[in-house]
Nanobody
Framework: QVQLVESGGGLVQAGGSLRLSCAAS????????MGWFRQAPGKEREFVAA????????YYADSVKGRFTISRDNAKNTVYLQMNSLKPEDTAVYYC????????????????WGQGTQVTVSS
C-alpha cells in the first residue's frame, strides 16, 4: 500500500495554468502506475490521465488532451499534472491514485488514493 498526498490546487482564471503534484510514500514508487482523476460537484469521478511506472503508456481523457500533461519523477516519488488553458469545466477535486503494474483508465484498478486537491477555474 502506498500513501499519496496531492498539492498545487487553487483558484485560477480561465486560460491560466496550474501544476498539481502527488507525493507518494510507503511503497516502491517505481512499481506503480499513477493516475489522475477528478470529481466535479454533482458528478461522478472521472479519469483524467495515467502514466506507467517507467514513464510510458500515457493516457489522457479526450477532454484534457492537448492541454494537460502527466509526468513523473521517480527520484522524488512524485507524479505531476501540468494543466494549461484551463476552462471553468475543469473545476473539480483532483485525486491521484496508484496501482501496481501497468497504467489503466478505469478507477476500479486503483486501490490507493490521495485525499484530493481542489481546482477552481473562474470565467
Amino acid at each position: 500500500q502506498v500513501q499519496l498526498v496531492e498539492s498545487g490546487g487553487g483558484l485560477v482564471q480561465a486560460g491560466g495554468s496550474l501544476r498539481l503534484s502527488c507525493a507518494a510514500s510507503g511503497g516502491t514508487f517505481t512499481s506503480y502506475a499513477m493516475g489522475w482523476f477528478r470529481q466535479a460537484p454533482g458528478k461522478e469521478r472521472e479519469f483524467v490521465a495515467a502514466i506507467r511506472s517507467g514513464g510510458g503508456d500515457i493516457y489522457y481523457a479526450d477532454s484534457v488532451k492537448g492541454r494537460f500533461t502527466i509526468s513523473r519523477d521517480n527520484a522524488k516519488n512524485t507524479v505531476y499534472l501540468q494543466m494549461n488553458s484551463l476552462k471553468p469545466e475543469d473545476t473539480a477535486v483532483y485525486y491521484c491514485a496508484a496501482k501496481y503494474g501497468t497504467s489503466q483508465i478505469a478507477m476500479r484498478y486503483y486501490p490507493d488514493w490521495g485525499q484530493g486537491t481542489q481546482v477552481t477555474v473562474s470565467s
